[in-house]
């Protein structure tokens, strides 16, 4: 292989691919977006409570409906609860954002029995009434020994620090610094790679398109100019995830000077300057060994179509595979460990988000991560055997587009 | 003969089919070298073989000498299916082709140049490829093709969509090209400019080579001893000549002389008679007549309806 001529077709799709609007607009848009954010947030702060903007007031009053009597009308209820009797009536107040919510707790109502919350809107809200009710069902409880004072004071709810243990037998994080932190680079790379891989998509329909391929190969191998190509945009992915990680540590430094006392953001902040191992074997290892999966497959499909309308309809299937992990996020958030999220973390195509979500979500044993980053690496194997079998053979196929079976035979056998 | 294209027995399939099936021609330095035939006679797959961009399944290919692979560098291309990056500056564009050639980046840049004004495109060096023409696209690929000096250079359909300015200035070049020494493999189906400039022509029909060699002696090979006669005031032709077949075409009589008889006794014929001759010439048949005639003897089938292409 000729190196130079790699070299040569790589810095060329680097610098035009850079200057496409789409990656212009996607690599430095989203910091310039944020920072907007945070100069629009900083503006409004001095005029309003922007927590409240985003989560809604959770200060309001709860209207509570106790029909049961655990509260004795002379006994007064702790704050934000205040009493209703007109349920109708409270719940057009709650509607109208009167209150945050209005729990009815039933007529003979015993302890573990149902009662019902009606939210406006909002799971902050939901949230919030959960916990409130906790406190209010321990204080009607407490109160029947202690005085009114004390059991308020003994049903308060405290402020609960999780902490998930690392990887490391010493390291100890913040469980919401290591999920921000976690889920943003997951969705980050995520972006960044199947961006790339596209562009490697497209640069090589077009290249078929414009009838530009023939000229091509006759002055270098379509080894050297695969490799061109995946060597260029990888840098091209490189650039955009720099620029992000780079313009994101600066706004949220920035964002913790506004917020000094938002202890979430120095939560995040803290994670991100010591990374778990774990994250960074994903960064490291996971991503590129990824990106050489869906790139030398995108590029091999992506020369199998006349022109780009056709390539795409070959990357889609890869495509959506690739985002099945998000599709069903929720499965990580649950359990990490869990089987699906464990299965998709074991194929080669779903492993890159399946793993990063996974890390996101909590600890996940080292034998399990060398398992998934194993497998990747069989994948990114198996995509090199394919996709430059495929396109050895596609940059030189024209007319019909080829059946998947059709595709197959080319791997087996490309001569 | 000094060969900088040699073909030997070359042979391509594609599953079951046979595109190419024994070919064998060379090219010498300083030479032009046609190749002919219909659509799918298997002139893109030798060529394709011929720039490395395929692999054939039997046979020989050597460009100066050497395995096509290893040849990229010296040998000029310019496809049949053209195209070029729409959305590239042109200039950019030569340069990065340039430097895929083996050409350092700046002296790349130099020679696009250079090239650029020569063909007259210079004010077009840094606008994008879709604001030019066809033709003015042709002639920036054609500079793709001879801007790192290649001693070869294979122009398929060199003519297609230029206008006839642009078709003088393109038939100068190839002169030029073979002139400075440079073989030179072209083909066309714009036959009458082939005539014009190749030293020898190989014609190729599903696969195989129904004929080859220089063009006069293929003419003369091909010829039928057609005559071409012009009498004075449009007399009428004597009677009892020696010939086979008398046709009056634009004012003049085509004639097919008898088996064994020369052009030289068909005149004295004439003269004899007291035929008022004006014109006497012996007809060759054109590169096209060549070319069909050749099929017919080769494998006794007709070209008719089939468009003669290179």
Do not use: C
């Not at chain 1, 890869?318 to 929720?330: D, R």
């Amino acid at each position: 292989m000729n190196l130079r001529k790699v070299f040569h077709v790589a810095v060329y799709e680097y610098r035009t691919n850079f200057r496409r609007w789409g990656y212009l607009l996607v690599t430095f848009g989203l910091p310039v977006f944020g920072a907007l954010l945070l100069w629009g947030v900083q503006a409004l702060k001095a005029h309003t409570d922007v927590g409240a903007l985003v989560t809604g007031d959770l200060n309001k009053p709860i209207a509570l409906a106790d029909q049961a009597g655990l509260f004795p009308s002379d006994v007064g209820l702790p704050k934000p609860f205040v009493r209703v009797r007109d349920i109708a009536q409270a719940k057009t107040a709650t509607r109208a954002g009167d209150y945050l919510a209005l729990v009815v707790i039933p007529p003979g109502y015993a302890p573990g029995q149902k009662v019902t919350v009606f939210i406006g809107s909002g799971i902050a809200a939901g949230s919030k009434v959960l916990t409130e009710l906790q406190a209010l069902l321990l204080y009607a409880a407490l109160q029947k020994v202690y005085s009114p004072e004390k059991a308020r004071r003994l049903a308060e709810m405290p402020n609960v620090d999780l902490v998930l243990l690392g990887s490391s037998a010493t390291s100890e994080e913040n469980s919401n610094g290591r999920f921000a932190v976690g889920y943003a680079l997951s969705f980050l790379f995520f972006i960044a790679l199947f961006s790339s891989a596209g562009y490697l998509l497209q640069s090589v329909a077009k290249e078929k398109e414009s009838h530009i391929m023939e000229l091509l190969l006759s002055s270098l191998t379509s080894l050297e100019l695969l490799w061109g190509k995946v060597l260029g945009l990888a840098a091209l992915a490189l650039t955009q995830v720099t620029v992000w990680l780079v313009s994101m540590w600066l706004l949220g430094t920035q964002a913790v000077s506004i917020f000094p006392r938002y202890d979430a953001l120095q939560t995040v902040l803290a994670q991100a300057r010591h990374p778990d191992p774990q994250l960074l074997v994903a960064v490291v290892i996971i991503m590129p060994l990824s990106y050489l999966t869906y790139g030398l497959l995108m590029a091999g499909l992506g020369s199998l179509g006349s022109n780009l309308r056709e390539s795409q309809q070959f990357s889609a299937a890869i495509s959506l595979i690739a985002a099945l992990p998000f599709m069903v996020n929720f499965l990580f958030f649950l359990n990490p460990n869990g089987v699906v999220p464990r299965v998709l973390s074991y194929f080669p195509l779903t492993a890159p988000s399946a793993v990063l979500l996974r890390l996101a979500s909590g600890q996940i044993p080292w034998w399990d991560l060398d398992a998934a980053t194993l497998m990747i690496a069989l994948g990114a194997l198996l995509s090199l055997w394919a996709g430059v079998r495929l396109f050895r053979v596609g940059v030189l196929v024209s007319g019909k587009k080829p059946s998947w079976r059709e595709v197959w035979r080319i791997v087996r056998n490309p001569a | 003969m000094n060969a900088v294209v040699e073909v030997r027995h070359l042979v391509k399939r594609y599953g079951n089919f046979t595109a190419v099936d024994g070919v064998s021609f060379e090219v010498a330095a300083g030479q032009v070298f046609a190749l002919l035939g219909p659509n799918g006679a298997g002139k893109t797959s030798t060529i394709r073989v011929l720039m490395g961009i395929l692999y054939p399944d039997g046979g020989e290919v050597r460009l100066l000498g050497m395995p096509p692979q290893e040849a990229r560098e010296q040998v000029g291309y310019l496809p049949e299916a053209r195209g070029l990056y729409r959305e590239a500056r042109l200039l950019e564009l030569l340069v990065y082709l340039g430097a895929l050639k083996g050409l350092r980046t700046a002296e790349a840049r130099r020679r696009a140049l250079a090239w650029l004004e020569r063909f007259g495109l210079s004010e077009w060096a840094e606008r994008k490829v879709h604001e030019l023409s066809h033709g003015m696209q042709q002639k920036a690929q054609l500079v793709a093709a001879l801007m790192h000096d290649p001693p070869v250079l294979v122009l398929d359909e060199p003519f297609q969509g230029l206008d006839p300015v642009n078709i003088q200035l393109v038939k100068r070049l190839v002169a030029d090209l073979r002139a400075e020494g440079k073989g030179v493999l072209l083909s066309s189906h714009q036959l009458v400019h082939v005539e014009a400039l190749a030293d020898e022509v190989a014609l190729i029909n599903r696969g195989r080579i129904v004929a080859q060699g220089p063009l006069e002696a293929l003419r003369r090979q091909y010829a039928r001893g057609d005559i071409a006669v012009g009498l004075a005031e449009r007399a009428p032709l004597p009677p009892q000549l020696p010939v086979q077949k008398a046709e009056a075409r634009h004012g003049l009589w085509y004639l097919l002389p008898e088996a064994d008889v020369t052009p030289q006794e068909v005149l004295r014929a004439l003269v004899d008679a007291g035929a008022p001759v004006e014109r006497f010439e012996v007809v060759y048949p054109s590169l096209e007549e060549v070319f069909l005639r050749a099929v017919e003897e080769t494998s006794g089938e007709t070209m008719a309806g089939e468009e003669v292409q290179a």
